[in-house]
């Protein structure tokens, strides 16, 4: 350690300091916290994400000028916070010196002079930049590429890599935990307990259990046999048909005839149950009446009928529209004024 070029931060700000991609998305933080809260976006340092019951529920930008801190959970002066996505937009907004980690290059580190410019410094053959303290450490793992880095201070939450064991996040730094001799850490909750809750599935993909694949039906291919079309296989029509089950958007029966027995499937995650195309296709390339969060792993998706201006937030089914009468475009997943061509738009 001493043989480094230790630098030590002169300013208590370089203890917020982060660095290097996490490589953990808004939702997969959410999902390890058991809060209620607001997260960074690793994308771009002036957004951020809420999280509630382990789910990403809303998202927004901080105004011009401002920066989201990811451990206050709150905007922040450009000049005075630290871009956790670009040391040069540091530098350049920084009022006073300071150092900050180079979030492309953890051997290195940068030192913003006060002045707008970014000067970079090596952290030599086997160092890292360690942001929580300010000084060069051995690798080779970055110190700061850890779920915590965009999320609150002073947390807990779950290990990704470790179900059952818990992270505490300080200052966008994370040290593992461990609960007692057979107990394990509940992410619902935020607590250790006695039950192992580390098998459980909490997406909202795939089927929800009401039908089982192949489940048979003998009276779906009669009743919507007419209002299917025979699927092309190349250019070959075939004489069988796909008919909606009815219930989900992304269930259909198979039919050999039109008196014949059904036989139940599902699309593939992220595509729907098109009828009238006999095929699985993109939900927004039509009107599906039923739950459109099945098989889908959205946050957000379109309110049927809404001319797009009104989503679902899946985990809840509550309806919101999006601010100042923006359109929510379900495929990119913003609110935008370019009112989307799709399909869903359009239903009447
Ligand atoms: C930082 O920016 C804010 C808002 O633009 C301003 O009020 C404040 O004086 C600036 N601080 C410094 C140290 O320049
Ligand atoms: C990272 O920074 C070090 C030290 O400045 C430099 O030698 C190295 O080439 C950089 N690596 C990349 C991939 O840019």
Avoid: H
């Avoid at 470790?162 to 994370?174: E, F, K, P, R, T």
């Avoid at 009276?219 to 008919?243: D, L």
Wanted: charged share 15%; glycine share 10%; proline share 4%.
């Amino acid at each position: 350690m001493e043989a480094f070029n230790l630098r030590i931060c002169a300013l208590a700000a370089c203890l917020l300091l982060a660095s290097q991609a996490s490589g953990y998305t808004m939702e997969e933080m959410c999902a390890q916290w058991s809060g209620t809260g607001y997260v960074g976006n690793p994308s771009n340092c002036r957004a951020w994400g809420y999280c509630q019951g382990q789910k990403l529920l809303g998202w927004g930008t901080c105004p011009n000028d401002y920066v989201f801190n990811s451990q206050k959970g709150s905007c922040g002066y450009a000049n005075s916070t630290v871009c956790a996505t670009s040391a040069v937009d540091t530098c350049k907004a920084a009022a006073s010196p300071m150092y900050v980690a180079d979030p492309q290059n953890c051997t290195q580190y940068c030192y913003c002079n006060g002045k707008g410019d970014t000067e970079y410094g090596n952290c030599g053959v086997g160092g890292v930049y360690s942001a929580g303290t300010g000084k060069c450490v051995w690798g080779p793992t970055c110190p700061q590429d850890n779920i915590c880095r965009f999320m609150l201070n002073g947390i807990y939450v779950g290990d990704p890599a470790n179900c059952g064991s818990y992270i505490a996040c300080n200052n966008g730094v994370g040290t593992a935990g461990k609960c007692g001799t057979d107990l394990t850490y509940n992410l619902a909750n935020g607590y250790c307990q006695t039950t192992n809750n580390c098998d459980g599935d909490n997406s909202n993909s795939g089927s929800d259990g009401e039908f089982t694949i192949n489940e048979p039906d003998t009276t779906i291919c009669a009743k919507n046999w007419e209002a299917a079309e025979f699927p092309k296989v190349g250019t070959v029509t075939q004489t069988y048909k796909y008919v909606s089950d009815d219930t989900t958007c992304y269930g259909y029966y198979y039919c050999a005839t039109k008196e014949g027995t059904g036989y139940w499937n599902e699309c593939p995650t992220g595509t729907q149950f098109n009828q009238a195309a006999g095929k699985c296709v993109s939900p927004a390339s039509f009107s599906c009446a039923y739950d459109r969060c099945g098989n889908v792993n959205s946050q957000f998706m379109t309110v049927l009928n809404s001319n797009c201006q009104k989503y679902k937030i899946c985990a809840s089914s509550v309806v919101q529209s999006c601010p100042n009468n923006l359109y929510y475009d379900e495929v990119y997943n913003i609110c935008t004024t370019d009112e989307p061509t799709y399909a869903i738009c359009k239903a009447t």
